[in-house]
């Protein structure tokens, strides 16, 4: 596969930066799912169990005022 690549950007010397722009692009993809696998900074599975009653958790809410909530549920 190799040499198919590099026969192919000995006859068209065009190709190269495409080779390297893809090459680089792979590289940096698998370098960012490594990193994703491996340093994991947020250990926290399930972040909305830490909202309260009275957090936005919405963007944008057009009629409610989430400092008026109260606490319907008990904790777990």
């Known amino acids: 596969m190799l040499r ?3 026969g192919q950007a000995k006859k068209h010397p065009s190709l190269i930066p495409l080779f390297v722009f893809i090459g680089a692009g792979g590289g940096g ?4 799912l490594l990193r994703l696998s491996l340093f994991n900074p947020d250990n926290n599975p399930e972040p909305w169990n830490k909202l309260g009653p009275n957090d936005q958790y919405k963007f944008y809410s057009v009629n409610v005022d989430y400092s008026k909530l109260k606490k319907e549920h008990p904790d777990y």
């Open 4 to 6: 198919h690549i590099l």
């Open 29 to 32: 993809a698998a370098l960012y």
